[in-house]
């Protein structure tokens, strides 16, 4: 505020050292926008170029060579990682979409507060904290399986797509409810029958970016659900091999094949994650539009 | 008859009304049980570790799983400086790109560039890792980490030998800072949006350039939340478990070198997911983790209660 009142006092004061001033706060700051979309660029071009050319059929059909060995693929871990995301998306989606029509249609402020509160303090927890409570809850003293690691990526998504429904709620208009309620309709066929499916499209999108988020995550399966036989298993019982898993393993060791294959799976990884990302955010932006607002 | 029949189907309605709503708020419910349990199961399964060595546990420097004495000085202390020179880096990196995106750049650069931004915050941090260890390591240690020490040798911070392979506390650190700057980002970026135009606009009438404005308007009005969505930087940094293991060369050690090796709490518990063969060896790592939560859950705390205070929906990447 100080330079505020300085400048006030005349304006036309140090006028060309103030310009100066302004152009160097500006290029600072879209050097800095700059060197996020290099730094952006440099990863996903080093995943690209180095992985594509680890790619071939066998890389998604066979399982791993033994060490040492040339050729083979990862398929258990594909298979492993849809399983597993797929098991946690089904666990996670319905508890967190209830909750959020708690939260936006039930709730008085306090306890919607509350709860948000917390959602997000769940969401802040570092994952592999997450792993370690699975691992307390439901490993320690029995085995590592799908189920546990499943169950630590729904902890993971579980904030996400709860806070990404409750916004969505709250962007459907009160009117539409209003017109619901005022025809005699019950509240909960209004909000099954109106105001769920005015959100749809904003809950698939939050649904899609924690499911992105989930297939990347390495940290909550490492105690959960990390130590797989190498055979291509979709059977939640037994621990299950996942893509996360397989690169964080195969960056560790000393093979340089090894290292080619992470490349490989950190492409597919990637691809799938940046594509999803950036067509549920296309999506979000669009059932905004289309809900009249606009920010 | 017609009026029987509204009556009764008024009745389902208010059972159904009912069991709806009972059913959301266990829904709901369970979001705060979840948050209990997870910090109960943590807290419980540190217990043996802590009856053995209580809070000298955070003090003691032993990590030895042959003797079982256990300690997590040396991982507080990685964590600490790693997470301080990320955020020190990220930081003013993050406002200045959130400045860009809101009040410098037009609007079609602004929405390119933001969505760059939150691509940047979906890379997996295995992935980062994986880059880390094999890209940048390996140019850190050919290229700046000769240049840092030949200049800046006289300083602490750039004194020892390179790492040949480029894994250390210098790639962790700029692994993390390149992980919490969305978060930074994304959050000032709501932040600015939510001043009033009306103030930027007065400030503007006076004269003022561009600068001025954001010092001495946008900044002033945002500042709690800037604070905030630092700490929510500093939580992400301080849990990053998989990429730092990756990085960050995974020894004991405390030192202020750069150059040289170290380990985190949450990298430690990563590294160590497969060799834990003791009870107290597992209610140590347990341990290690239940440091992590509390120091997270109250930093999330803190900066959450004041990112409350400024009115705007939440729809970047977190």
């Known amino acids: 505020m100080a330079t505020g009142a300085a400048v006030l006092a005349d304006p036309t004061a140090n006028l060309g050292r103030r310009k100066v001033r302004n152009h160097i706060f500006q290029a600072v700051a879209t050097v800095a926008a700059g060197a996020a979309a290099v730094v952006l660029a ?24 033994p060490f040492g060995a040339t050729g083979g693929g990862i398929a258990d871990a594909f298979v492993g990682s849809a399983v597993l995301v797929g098991l946690a998306t089904a666990m996670a989606v319905p508890v967190s979409v209830l909750g959020a029509i708690y939260v936006s249609e039930f709730a008085r402020k306090s306890v919607a507060e509350t709860v948000r509160l917390a959602l997000d303090v769940i969401n802040g927890i570092p994952s592999i904290v997450i792993g370690i409570f699975v691992f307390e809850l439901l490993v320690l003293g029995h085995y590592q399986s799908g189920w546990a690691g499943a169950i630590a990526l729904a902890v993971v998504m579980v904030p996400l797509i709860s806070r990404s429904t409750q916004e969505v709620l709250r962007l459907v208009p009160v009117a539409l409810r209003e017109s619901g309620l005022a025809l005699g309709v019950s509240r909960w066929r209004v909000t099954l029958g109106v105001v769920l499916p005015a959100s749809f499209g904003g809950i698939m999108t939050g649904t899609t970016l924690a499911v992105a988020r989930a297939a990347g995550e390495t940290a909550p399966l490492l105690f959960t659900c990390s130590l797989a036989t190498g055979i ?25 094949a090894d290292h080619a294959r992470a490349w490989g799976a950190a492409f597919v990884l990637i691809a799938f994650v940046l594509v999803v990302s950036i067509l549920s955010r296309l999506a979000l932006a669009r059932s905004r539009r289309k809900l009249g607002l606009r920010r | 008859m017609t009026e029987r029949f509204a009556r009764r189907r008024s009745l389902s309605d208010r059972l159904a009304d009912r069991s709806f709503r009972l059913l959301t708020l266990a829904a709901a419910l369970f979001f705060v049980v979840l948050l209990g349990a997870i910090v109960w199961k943590v807290l419980a399964g540190a217990r043996l570790a802590f009856d053995r060595f209580g809070f000298g546990f955070v003090t003691s420097r032993a990590w030895d799983p042959v003797t079982n004495h256990f300690g997590a000085l040396d991982f507080v202390f990685g964590t600490v400086y790693t997470t301080a020179l990320a955020i020190l880096l990220a930081a003013p990196v993050s406002i200045a790109i959130a400045l860009f995106l809101t009040k410098i750049a037009p609007r079609w650069l602004a929405t390119v560039a933001a969505t760059l931004v939150e691509m940047l915050a979906a890379i997996p941090s295995v992935v980062l890792g994986l880059w880390g260890i094999l890209v940048l390591g390996p140019f850190l240690a050919d290229h700046l980490d000769p240049f840092l020490r030949r200049t800046l040798g006289f300083l602490p911070f750039f004194r020892g030998d390179v790492p040949s392979a480029g894994t250390g506390l210098l790639t962790a650190v700029i692994v993390l800072a390149i992980m919490a700057t969305p978060i930074i980002a994304s959050v000032s970026r709501e932040l600015f949006l939510t001043v009033p135009h009306e103030l930027e606009d007065g400030a503007y009438a006076l004269g003022l350039t561009r600068w001025e404005v954001i010092r001495g308007v946008v900044i002033p009005a945002t500042r709690s939340g800037l604070v905030a969505a630092v700490i929510l930087g500093v939580g992400r940094a301080l849990g990053e478990a998989i990429a730092v293991t990756q990085v960050i060369g995974g020894q004991t050690g405390i030192h202020l070198s750069l150059f040289g ?19 107290i060896h597992v209610s140590s790592l347990v341990y290690l983790a239940a440091v992590l939560l509390v120091i997270t859950v109250f930093a999330n705390l803190i900066a959450q209660l004041i990112v409350r205070r400024f009115e705007f929906q939440r729809t970047g990447a977190d």
Not at chain 1, 42 to 65: E, M
Not at chain 2, 269 to 276: E, H
């Open chain 2, 261 to 279: 090796a170290g380990d985190t709490l949450a990298s430690r518990i990563a590294a160590q997911y497969q060799g834990a063969a003791s009870r």
């Open chain 1, 232 to 256: 291509v298993r979709a059977n939640p019982h037994f621990p299950l091999q996942s893509v996360p898993i397989a690169i964080f393993s195969l960056s560790e060791s000393p093979d340089p």
């Open chain 1, 42 to 65: 440099v990863v996903v071009i080093s995943v690209l170029h180095r992985g594509i050319s680890a790619l071939s059929i066998d890389f998604f059909t066979k399982t791993p060579a």
